[in-house]
């Protein structure tokens, strides 16, 4: 501001100062939107501190900025590996439980609820525990019941 005032007829001083003041106003707006970002990350809302930051990217590019993008990025993609995983595993404890291999499918869904808990998989494991139970005290009368028989 001195030297726009001292040396008024100058323009490219007075121009200067104003694109600064520009700057300076988009780098608070990214520091901002940065910090937003971050709290978003520690709440974990992942997709929307990723659009936070690359909003913050557009209004000034910062390292710290693009370095935050690819980690949510990765992270993200995380995410959609290990619930791909559980649904792949879920399908495949489905088909072992319509085929009737009860124990198997018991393996996979737990396998799955591990990955990524569902309340749907929760409730589908304790009917087949349930039923492996009922099995195995059918089995366990079914020989009571042979040696009684055997012995007369």
Do not use: C
């Not at 590996?81 to 489905?94: G, I, M």
């Not at 499918?105 to 494991?125: D, I, T």
């Amino acid at each position: 501001k001195r030297a726009a005032a001292a040396v008024p007829e100058d323009t490219d001083i007075a121009g200067g100062f104003k694109v600064m003041s520009a700057n300076y106003g988009r780098v608070l707006r990214a520091l901002e939107l940065q910090e937003r970002g971050s709290a978003q990350r520690e709440k974990n809302q992942l997709a929307d501190a990723l659009k936070t930051y690359r909003r913050a990217r557009i209004v000034w590019p910062m390292s710290e900025t693009d370095t935050n993008i690819k980690e949510l990025e990765e992270a993200i993609d995380a995410i959609r590996l290990q619930r791909q995983q559980a649904e792949w595993l879920k399908d495949t404890a489905s088909a072992y439980d319509q085929e009737g291999l009860l124990q198997e499918a018991l393996e996979f869904y737990n396998q799955s609820q591990a990955l990524a808990p569902s309340q749907p998989v929760e409730e589908r494991v304790a009917r087949i525990s349930q039923r492996l139970a009922l099995i195995a005290e059918a089995d366990r009368l079914a020989g009571e019941g042979s040696t009684f028989e055997r012995n007369g």
